[in-house]
């Protein structure tokens, strides 16, 4: 009775937490005319734009050291263990933790929402993605199921040796998933991520191509975590503001940070592509970070995971029947590698923008200053 009475009181402290954090108006990327690509963005400039494709956050700040969470992007509205979607797994470096990539890898298919966290609750979204997987209708009979789990580390801002993170949060920001607008910046698995020396997070964006090209839609949403110099739309921002790695030790910011970090990458298309050339998309999401200045370190984990909704790739579980598929050449894939380096691009500088200054666990990140990026992107001509 006690473990559940603690259980409201802290659901409410992170509540009212999110009502403070949300009074914060912070624009996106456009909203600076920093429009990255010769490709539009979708209507809400998000994953989401992808038809079915859905996102969930849980947000965990509590007391003075929790600054962590968990986000979930759900393939399509059915069940995905039955209705495999094709998916594919590129690591730029491989200084991270992606359970079930090795699987995805292997056959080409996702069969569970993808979850992002921190680095040290990966094992607990394991379980919780297991027991969302197992619960669901249709899947009384089934005993493997391979979870899909991305990690950055949060351990500056949140206690990560606390363990946090429960499979039922796990489970809730799986059913919490919505599609229409994502939530951005100091949020879910953002929550206490920092990027370029400033405070990092969630961030997305899509693109749409044109007819002759096929119209398909593209989305990113990123888990930014990583350092580097910050280069924004050409314009160099971290030099500018003096905080960048292997900045001397006398900037504002400085110290000889050398990038360590990470960054998650999911990548959703509704283009009728198949693993092989999933991963080359995956790997064009990856190349898309040097646009924002990643130092790629040692001690940064660049992953990227994608995914196609298109149905009629879908690979339904227990067929062992041959059956017709209509898929896009190689030829064809180039158009979606330049919207995955341009939606990459942008959903870093979201992730960015829309950051909230966070303190915990003794730390302070602060948001990227606004009027500051706005002035040195108008010195270099990049800004309205």
């Known amino acids: ?42 209507p809400l400039n998000a994953i989401t734009d992808v038809q079915g494709v859905r996102v969930g956050h849980v947000t965990l700040v509590m007391g003075d050291t929790i600054r962590t969470g968990v986000t979930a992007i759900i393939p399509h509205g059915g069940n995905v263990f039955q209705e495999k979607v094709p998916g594919a797994v590129f690591v730029g470096n491989a200084f991270g933790k992606l359970a079930g990539s090795t699987q995805v890898a292997e056959l080409g298919t996702i069969e569970t929402p993808i979850v992002l966290t921190n680095t040290l609750s990966v094992g607990a979204a394991i379980e919780g993605v297991v027991a969302y997987t197992l619960a669901q209708d249709g899947n009384a009979n089934v005993r493997s199921v391979n979870a899909l789990v991305g990690e950055t580390n949060d351990g500056g801002l949140n206690d990560i040796r606390g363990l946090h993170v429960t499979r039922d949060d796990v489970v809730g920001a799986i059913k919490q998933a919505r599609d229409g607008a994502v939530a951005e910046g100091s949020v879910g698995a953002g929550t206490g991520t920092q990027c370029f020396g400033w405070k990092g997070g969630i961030g997305t964006s899509s693109r749409v191509l044109p007819q002759r090209y096929g119209g398909y839609t593209l989305g990113v949403l990123v888990q930014t975590n990583f350092g580097g110099v910050l280069t924004i739309a050409g314009a160099p921002v971290g030099k500018e503001l003096g905080k960048y790695s292997y900045a001397p030790r006398t900037t504002s910011g400085g110290g000889g940070d050398a990038g360590d970090g990470s960054c998650m990458i999911v990548v959703a298309t509704d283009a009728p592509v198949d693993a092989r050339d999933l991963r080359r998309i995956a790997a064009r999401a990856v190349y898309g970070l040097a646009r924002t200045g990643s130092a790629y370190s040692n001690g940064s984990g660049e992953f990227a995971i994608a995914f196609s909704t298109s149905p009629g790739l879908r690979d339904r579980a227990g067929s062992t029947s041959p059956r017709t598929q209509s898929v896009l050449p190689p030829e064809g894939a180039s158009p979606l590698f330049e919207a995955a380096l341009e939606a990459t691009e942008e959903a870093v500088y979201n992730s960015l923008f829309q950051a909230t200054s966070v303190t915990g666990n003794g730390q302070t990140a602060e948001a990227i200053p606004i009027d500051k990026v706005r002035a040195i992107l108008k010195k270099y001509g990049m800004a309205k």
């Not at 009475?5 to 992170?14: D, I, P």
């Not at 999110?18 to 979708?42: H, I, S, T």
């Open 1 to 42: 009775m006690q473990r559940a009475v603690l259980a409201v009181v802290l659901l409410g402290l992170v509540t009212m937490t999110m009502v403070g954090l949300g009074q914060e108006k912070r624009p996106r990327a456009r909203d600076l005319g920093v429009e990255p690509g010769v490709f539009p963005p979708g």
